[in-house]
């Protein structure tokens, strides 16, 4: 089988020669720490899908479906270990040039409606043309070949996530009581956006298998949005998305949720939207088969492994690829460290997790060479 | 629950007549001073703080506002408007907790706890009620995330503790040095990333070598859990903003 056969027949419950081995990469420190414990220089968060082994995620057919242009960048103060700058999606940031992660933001340009229709709305005019690239024709002949061995994909955007950032948790959080009609207002806005850009991508040819979203709505202890806007605002507005997929050929749509899920699951399948990525284990304890048992096989699932149990060791490794094996062997469920691998866990016990699941879920059937084990022998 | 009851108790959120059908009510009586009662010399208005309390549930914040304004020209005490937003505050604390608000109705309960306290304050001060306790919070060295302290930082406020910010990245020596400053009854240290967790253990080991007998430590972020918060020797972990308030009053109480 391809990987696009195998993503495929998994997240459909089909039969299938074993399960996709992926991964959603590493921390920005966790490569350069492995250097010094084996990792050669010439691996990187680009190609170490390959030194491992991994199946890809797909190609996915990337168009400008978010601010188009987005915002002129600027250093604001420059330290050793710090830069303050204004990013592309128009906030002052702090950031450490030491440690990546997600920035302290000070400000946000997005702050009312005035802020809305003087700097958004016209970096969000669906019909842009620069909202396709160039080389559509070459990219969907590309795509579109029998040759094609990965999934394709296509983004359809975001409909909180990206409103969040441009207005910060706060000012979204206060927005949705002081502005309703606003903050709905932008939802549609780039609601458009996404039914326009597929749309056009559709209409010039494209046979995708696939669609991701990018929300990053939850954290730790349940969502940034309260649940009952989340259902009137965003939900029907999910479902003209997907479908639009469906209408498409694309039956399969995962969303980038984060943290704790659970009261959002519901509306993200009644609106079509029936893979979360990555379910999250070690921000909340999430359990991949207690979800299987309460949503049943609508719901797909991604992520899961608790990524912790990386840097205890073979042993507690090994118990957890154990305990998601069942639900592996059910199908519909494809475990990775469920967010990203930190650079405490040792390149050891990585190399351990590999080839263990190489054997366990992948069986050993028609897997990718794996060079990181090859050299380690 | 009778008035006195509830004074007492703390839990005022009514305050009804002391003779039904008068407009006698305890605050014609008494008043609350800093934990103890004393005479009032002059006679108040019967005030209803029940709308003042729900103005802060609901995160109405010019309602707040205006309730603040009415119940101080009623006459109401000023440590008594305070216990009313105090138990708006608690009380949204306790929704999140049951998933019935989330973080917007946190937010703008704040917000409208905050516009209160912009009237209510200056006549604390005056009163000479200044908050029980006070609390230094910062996300620890190395770590620039800053939503769930200023959850935390804002849910203390609402609990009346005079909450000293020391924002982000803040390295060790720093909060012990506003600990002492500000003689500290709390230090709360916060981490989103698993790799300044490290720091948090740093923090605690200096706060502790700095010898602050009287300062309790709180630790909290998403990776943090009550074993690691044992194991580095926090005083308390709360798994979000609202479980710290009851964290918090558990360690003054102690």
Request: net charge negative; glycine share 8%; charged share 25%.
């Amino acid at each position: 089988m391809t990987e696009r056969q195998r993503f495929l027949a998994t997240m459909r419950y089909e039969p299938r020669d074993r399960c996709p081995i992926m991964d959603f990469n590493f921390w920005d420190e966790t490569l350069p720490a492995w250097r010094s414990q084996g990792l050669p220089d010439h691996v990187r968060q680009g190609n170490s899908d390959d030194w491992f082994g991994m199946d890809s995620m797909g190609e996915t057919a990337w168009v400008h479906n978010g601010l188009l242009p987005r915002f002129p960048v600027e250093v604001i103060r420059e330290t050793d270990t710090e830069l303050e700058m204004i990013d592309d999606e128009g906030r002052r940031i702090r950031k450490s040039k030491v440690q990546e992660s997600i920035p302290m933001y000070l400000d946000h340009l997005l702050q009312d409606r005035e802020s809305w229709e003087r700097h958004f709305l016209p970096r969000l005019r669906a019909d842009d043309p620069a909202r396709l690239p160039e080389d559509l024709d070459q990219t969907i002949a590309r795509l579109n070949s029998p040759e094609q061995e990965r999934l394709v994909t296509v983004h359809a955007g975001s409909l909180f996530g990206w409103i969040r950032d441009w207005m910060g948790v706060e000012g979204v959080g206060y927005l949705v009581y002081d502005d309703p009609e606003l903050f709905e207002e932008m939802v549609e806005t780039v609601c458009q956006v996404q039914e326009t850009v597929l749309g056009r991508l559709f209409e010039a040819g494209l046979k995708a298998d696939a669609a991701q979203m990018w929300e990053d709505m939850c954290y730790s202890g349940g969502p940034l949005l309260t649940p009952s806007v989340f259902q009137a605002v965003l939900v029907p507005r999910y479902r003209r998305i997907a479908d639009l997929l469906r209408r498409n050929g694309v039956d399969l749509i995962w969303i980038d949720c984060d943290g704790r899920i659970d009261l959002l699951v519901t509306g993200w399948l009644e609106a079509g939207i029936n893979i979360m990525f990555p379910l999250e284990v070690g921000t909340w304890n999430a359990d991949p088969a207690a979800f299987r048992r309460e949503y049943g096989r609508d719901l797909r699932l991604m992520g899961g492994f608790d990524k912790r149990v990386l840097e205890a060791g073979p042993a507690a490794i090994d118990a957890e690829i154990d305990r998601l094996t069942p639900l592996v062997e059910e199908g519909g469920f494809i475990p990775f460290p469920d967010h990203r691998v930190p650079p405490d866990v040792p390149y050891g016990h990585f190399l351990h997790y590999v080839r263990r699941v190489r054997e366990v879920w992948g069986l050993g059937l028609n897997l990718k060479p794996c060079p990181a084990l090859e050299s380690a022998t | 629950m009778t008035a006195f009851m509830a004074v007492m108790t703390g839990s005022l959120t009514w305050l009804g007549p002391l003779v039904p059908g008068s407009n006698l009510d305890i605050f014609s009586l008494f008043d609350l001073h800093q934990g103890g009662i004393r005479w009032q010399r002059h006679r108040r208005q019967i005030v209803d703080l029940q709308p003042l309390t729900q103005s802060i549930v609901g995160g109405k914040r010019k309602d707040a506002k205006e309730h603040t304004e009415q119940a101080l020209a009623a006459g109401v005490g000023p440590e008594a408007i305070l216990a009313a937003l105090v138990a708006g505050m608690d009380e949204i604390g306790g929704r999140f907790q049951r998933n019935e608000a989330f973080v917007p109705e946190m937010l703008i309960a704040a917000r409208a706890m905050k516009e209160a306290m912009s009237v209510l304050e200056p006549e604390l001060l005056k009163a000479g009620i200044r908050p029980e306790f006070t609390a230094v919070i910062g996300t620890v060295q190395g770590d620039l995330h800053d939503i769930g302290k200023n959850l935390v930082a804002m849910m203390w406020k609402g609990a009346n503790f005079n909450v000293v910010d020391l924002g982000t990245n803040v390295e060790a020596e720093r909060f012990v040095a506003a600990a002492q400053e500000h003689q500290a009854d709390l230090v709360g240290l916060s981490a989103l990333l698993t790799t300044t967790m490290p720091n948090m253990k740093a923090t605690i080991e200096a706060l502790k070598a700095a010898g602050l007998p009287k300062t309790k430590i709180m630790v909290g972020g998403a990776p943090i859990t009550q074993e690691f918060a044992d194991e580095i020797g926090a005083d308390g972990f709360a798994p979000d903003a609202a479980g710290a308030v009851q964290v918090a009053r558990t360690l003054m109480a102690g």
